[in-house]
T-cell receptor, first 111, second 112 residues
Framework: DAKTTQPPSMDCAEGRAANLPCNHSTISGNEYVYWYRQIHSQGPQYIIHGLKNNETNEMASLIITEDRKSSTLILPHATLRDTAVYYCIVRVAYGNTPLVFGKGTRLSVIA | NAGVTQTPKFQVLKTGQSMTLQCAQDMNHEYMSWYRQDPGMGLRLIHYSVGAGITDQGEVPNGYNVSRSTTEDFPLRLLSAAPSQTSVYFC???????????FGPGTRLLVL
């Protein structure tokens, strides 16, 4: 799987958009970008994934650059409950390859 | 659906003891896996299984055994517990075509 690079930590004011960047410059054509988050002491939670088009669901939006070398996860109106570690993972979808976690970005939402 | 369940929630062992961490899922997922997470660290893959009777090693398999006799269950066995195995253990499963991986609540293990 391609390696990803994320900032170790970020702060965001409550009610503002949180934009979490991820670099994946060695991504292959058949690899998807996945985002998971882990709220303190809980098991990780799936957020969103995409291949090359921008994606949106009830939790977040995923913006992938045209060259696919980087992406941004957007939480449109961050709340205190969004404080968590966010993991950006690149892997081939619809196969048996494991999900490999890096260190992620610790997002702190501040009141 | 209960999703992914893990037992026990918390366990204290003495060095050298053995135990089995239980994991079950009721979503009929073929793929299951075990991770460990040490304080302040990311998740590291221990073992995984792509279906009943099939298992494979992850990044940190030493000291752990797994088996997959049914689709629902994927137990993790510690053969001879060591203090270095003090960690939080997460079990996960995923199915196709939806590639969302679901995690259990974790088992907190302390080895003295």
């Amino acid at each position: 799987d391609a390696k990803t690079t994320q900032p170790p930590s970020m702060d965001c004011a409550e009610g503002r958009a949180a934009n979490l960047p991820c670099n994946h410059s060695t991504i292959s054509g058949n690899e998807y970008v996945y985002w998971y988050r882990q709220i303190h002491s809980q098991g990780p939670q799936y957020i969103i994934h995409g291949l090359k088009n921008n994606e949106t669901n009830e939790m977040a939006s995923l913006i992938i650059t045209e060259d696919r070398k980087s992406s941004t996860l957007i939480l449109p109106h961050a709340t205190l409950r969004d404080t968590a570690v966010y993991y950006c993972i690149v892997r081939v979808a619809y196969g048996n390859t494991p999900l490999v976690f890096g260190k992620g970005t610790r997002l702190s939402v501040i009141a | 659906n209960a999703g992914v369940t893990q037992t026990p929630k918390f366990q204290v062992l003495k060095t050298g003891q053995s135990m089995t961490l239980q994991c079950a899922q009721d979503m009929n997922h073929e793929y299951m896996s075990w991770y460990r997470q040490d304080p302040g660290m990311g998740l590291r893959l221990i073992h995984y299984s792509v279906g009943a009777g099939i298992t494979d090693q992850g990044e940190v398999p030493n000291g752990y055994n797994v088996s997959r006799s049914t689709t629902e269950d994927f137990p993790l066995r510690l053969l001879s517990a060591a203090p270095s195995q003090t960690s939080v253990y997460f079990c996960a499963s995923r199915g196709t075509p939806v590639e969302t991986q679901y995690f259990g609540p974790g088992t907190r293990l302390l080895v003295l």
